[in-house]
């Protein structure tokens, strides 16, 4: 597959959002929110990002959700910058996504989509994700994301990879109102995660641990915060990880 995708999912998005809320404007929620984290670390793989500030704005409605979601460094002038838009529908425990991924860099175009002699190493990952959260009575979430076009990597034949990351996670509610959430994620065949790791085969990239608390700071103020320990097993680089993070929203 070497179709690249030439209409910006934001532009989709607003398109379907203007659809459903014609009628019903006084519905549409507007959440905006900034996790303020030590370091970015995604998927196993440590972005060069250092102390990071990670905005959110998100417009919800009747189960479907558009949301701008970026990253970018506080210490580090040359770090990584990310900026992704995503396009999403819930319902029940269900949510399937499409996300545009581009982390370019500070010193690259966003626009930039087209491949130069079939290289499609242009910034952007077009990714499709399905997750399911099983509910407060048995809180495990389950997820499947595939790279569907984009800066997807290619094997030695010239084929798309269809590079894909599944992940598990579950809640476990503790005393003093802390919850921890072991995770686990896994790359089942040949792909960007793989090739990342040094490894042409299937692999796990990160086993993580993660202790979240909110911080009563007044009667109707609190603070979340978090401590997230992360190994990747199969990565010979910086494969350890032991990071902060805290966030404000509305």
């Known amino acids: ?52 500030v990670q905005p959110s704005l998100t417009l919800a409605y009747k189960g479907f959700s558009l949301s701008a979601w970026g990253s970018e460094s506080l210490t580090d002038g040359d770090g990584a910058k990310e900026f992704d838009v995503n396009l999403s529908y819930t319902w029940k425990g269900l949510t399937l996504t499409a996300s545009d991924l581009w982390w370019g860099g500070k010193h690259t175009s966003y626009g930039y989509y087209e491949g130069k002699g079939g290289n499609v190493d242009n910034g952007h990952h077009l990714e499709v994700t399905a997750a ?4 407060d009575g048995f809180p495990l979430t389950l997820s499947w994301s595939s790279w569907l076009a984009g800066g997807d990597a290619e094997n030695n034949d010239g084929d798309r990879c269809y590079s894909t990351y599944i992940n598990a996670s579950y809640n476990i509610s503790l005393p003093y109102d802390v919850t921890l959430t072991p995770a686990v994620g896994f790359t089942p065949w ?9 490894t042409a085969n299937a692999c796990f990239t990160d086993l993580s641990l993660k202790a979240s608390k909110d911080i009563k700071v007044t009667k109707d103020f609190s603070i979340p915060v978090y401590m997230q320990a992360i190994v990747n097993p199969t990565n010979d680089k910086d494969n350890t990880f032991l990071i902060a993070g805290f966030n404000l929203g509305f």
């Open 190 to 198: 040949n792909g960007y995660y793989s090739q990342s790791n040094g």
């Open 1 to 52: 597959m070497k179709t690249i995708f030439k209409t910006p999912i934001l532009a989709l998005g607003l398109a379907m959002l203007m659809t459903v809320t014609a009628n019903a404007q006084d519905k549409l929620e507007v959440h905006g929110k900034a996790d303020f984290v030590s370091n970015y670390v995604w998927r196993g793989f440590d972005q060069n990002s250092g102390f990071s």
């Open 132 to 135: 399911y959260n099983f509910g």
